[in-house]
């Protein structure tokens, strides 16, 4: 028997009746589990913090939930959960040694809790006002596409020879109990930095912003990160991954009783490269965002828009030690 997908972009069919990952109809509309799990929130005490969402209405992380079916959990996502638990407690050693597919399934499940009670908000604001729910089509493919994925935790999904992500790692000299999160639901960009390390992962580019970012990973790949480089590094890759203009595409392949998804090539028909041009500006309006906990200002850091201030890199192109950059942790 052929595997069945589930596809909600197709019906749009975000209801808490139904399982987010298997659409499988649900006891009761409170079963459900939290989007940020219930270990991360209590280790960092997150429960009643804000949480901005997109409407710039203001939740709390604990009440971010999204329904899914008490089996799916136990079966698929509560050991899924241990492992990266048990990984982030152990640091960065620790996450390092860990499949970069559990990683990427596991940002990608709370990315996509995320966009669920976003796209719930959305639906409901729309239907309120009397209007029709819109939402372009290259989202959706995104979304579907992150979903799709998200399916090979329980059911027999392989991915052909591609990673379809970009995923960055490095030790970070963090405060002992210092959480910081951020995403970008629109590009499927994540990060996080706790611990003694910080992770950013594009979750749909098949590897582009990794290769996009190579010259500057060949300097800094594993050094320590002071706060202030790892949250630089990270600007780049929000900026880069704003600045990708595909949408991967992949063949769904039924074999037996496996479904195999291949990447398609990145260009395409089209001779455009795969990045808009990079802006010295709006990339330090990004830093100024990213640097907020120290206060930077834009003019401050673009004062040479060509080459827009840094603490990564000197001004000799070499990566600036850790240990001698002198701003407050």
Same mark, same amino acid.
């Given at each position: 028997?052929?595997?069945?997908? *589930?596809?909600? !972009?197709?019906?749009?069919?975000?209801?808490?009746?139904?399982?987010?990952?298997?659409?499988?109809?649900?006891?009761?509309?409170?079963?459900?589990?939290? &989007?940020? #799990?219930?270990?991360?929130?209590?280790?960092?005490?997150?429960?009643?913090?804000?949480?901005? @969402?997109?409407?710039?209405?203001?939740?709390?992380?604990?009440?971010?939930?999204?329904?899914?079916?008490?089996?799916?959990? =136990?079966?698929?996502?509560?050991? @899924?959960?241990?492992?990266?638990?048990?990984?982030?407690?152990?640091?960065?050693?620790? &996450?390092?040694? $860990?499949?970069?597919?559990?990683?990427?399934?596991?940002?990608?499940?709370?990315? *996509?809790?995320?966009?669920?009670?976003? $796209?719930?908000?959305?639906?409901?604001?729309?239907?309120?006002?009397?209007?029709?729910?819109?939402?372009?089509?290259?989202?959706?493919?995104? !979304?579907?596409?992150?979903?799709?994925?998200?399916?090979?935790?329980?059911?027999?999904?392989?991915?052909?020879?591609?990673?379809?992500?970009?995923?960055?790692?490095?030790?970070?000299?963090?405060?002992?109990?210092?959480?910081?999160?951020?995403? =970008?639901?629109?590009? @499927?960009?994540?990060?996080?930095? &706790?611990?003694? !390390?910080?992770?950013?992962?594009?979750?749909?580019?098949?590897?582009?912003?990794?290769?996009?970012?190579?010259?500057?990973?060949?300097?800094?790949?594993?050094?320590? $990160?002071?706060?202030?480089?790892? =949250?630089? !590094?990270?600007?780049? &890759?929000?900026?880069?991954?704003?600045?990708?203009?595909?949408? #991967?595409? *992949?063949?769904?392949?039924?074999?037996?009783?496996?479904?195999?998804?291949?990447?398609?090539?990145?260009?395409?028909?089209?001779?455009? #490269?795969?990045?808009?041009?990079?802006?010295?500006?709006?990339?330090?309006?990004?830093?100024?965002?990213?640097?907020?906990?120290?206060?930077?200002? $834009?003019?401050?850091?673009?004062?040479?828009?060509?080459? #827009?201030?840094?603490?990564?890199?000197?001004?000799?192109?070499?990566?600036?030690?850790?240990?001698?950059?002198?701003?407050?942790?």
């Amino acid at each position: 028997m052929s595997v069945q997908l *589930y596809k909600p !972009f197709e019906s749009f069919n975000f209801s808490n009746k139904q399982c987010f990952l298997s659409g499988e109809t649900l006891s009761s509309s409170e079963e459900k589990i939290a &989007v940020f #799990p219930a270990w991360l929130m209590s280790r960092y005490n997150l429960q009643q913090q804000p949480f901005k @969402l997109l409407d710039e209405s203001m939740a709390t992380y604990g009440d971010l939930k999204i329904p899914c079916s008490a089996a799916i959990n =136990e079966q698929y996502l509560e050991p @899924l959960e241990q492992r990266i638990a048990d990984a982030f407690e152990g640091g960065y050693d620790a &996450v390092k040694v $860990l499949d970069e597919m559990q990683l990427f399934l596991w940002a990608g499940k709370l990315l *996509y809790g995320i966009i669920f009670n976003e $796209l719930q908000i959305a639906i409901r604001q729309s239907h309120a006002q009397g209007e029709e729910f819109n939402i372009s089509q290259s989202i959706i493919h995104k !979304f579907s596409n992150l979903h799709l994925m998200l399916q090979s935790l329980n059911k027999p999904i392989i991915f052909e020879e591609f990673k379809p992500f970009s995923l960055f790692l490095f030790k970070v000299n963090n405060h002992e109990n210092e959480f910081a999160y951020r995403d =970008e639901i629109n590009t @499927l960009t994540f990060a996080i930095r &706790v611990r003694d !390390f910080g992770l950013v992962i594009c979750l749909q580019d098949n590897g582009a912003n990794r290769n996009y970012h190579k010259n500057i990973l060949s300097k800094i790949e594993g050094q320590t $990160l002071h706060p202030i480089q790892f =949250e630089e !590094f990270s600007g780049r &890759v929000f900026y880069s991954a704003y600045l990708f203009n595909r949408l #991967p595409e *992949y063949d769904i392949l039924p074999v037996g009783d496996e479904v195999y998804l291949e990447a398609m090539g990145l260009k395409g028909m089209s001779a455009k #490269p795969l990045f808009d041009d990079w802006l010295g500006k709006t990339y330090g309006q990004v830093l100024e965002t990213f640097w907020k906990p120290w206060g930077f200002l $834009l003019l401050e850091i673009i004062k040479n828009p060509e080459h #827009p201030m840094s603490f990564l890199l000197d001004k000799e192109e070499n990566f600036i030690p850790a240990d001698t950059i002198n701003q407050p942790i």
